[in-house]
């Protein structure tokens, strides 16, 4: 991941990293991938938790405006939206 990262910097290319959220995230009930010998995929609730992430990486980073585009669902302690879907608004 590292060098992922500093690529990135190098060529100014937003970069997130997903683990954190995952080892959090798998805490809960909900399994968030295959548990297999050769089955180690997200879950449909694995890529909920990678599409959720992505949304809000992008909106922080300015990629996505947010004056087009919402998170609805839960919000954080600063009133931002993250949640299960991202909606176009009028």
């Keep these: 991941m590292n060098a992922f990262r500093e690529l990135s910097i190098t060529e100014g290319i937003p970069f997130t990293e997903l683990s ?3 080892i959090e ?3 809960g009930q909900q399994p968030l991938y295959y548990d297999g ?3 180690t995929h997200p879950t449909p ?3 909920r ?3 959720e992430s992505v949304a809000q990486f992008l909106v922080e980073q300015g ?3 947010r004056a087009k585009f ?3 669902g839960r919000s954080t302690a600063g009133g ?3 949640g299960s879907r991202v909606c176009r608004t009028q």
Excluded: N, R, S, T
């Design 45 to 47: 609730a694995g890529y």
């Design 70 to 72: 919402h998170l609805e």
């Design 25 to 27: 995230k798998a805490k």
């Design 63 to 65: 990629v996505v405006p």
């Design 49 to 51: 938790v990678i599409a």
């Design 20 to 22: 954190p959220v995952f």
């Design 80 to 82: 931002e939206a993250i």
């Design 37 to 39: 010998k050769f089955e």
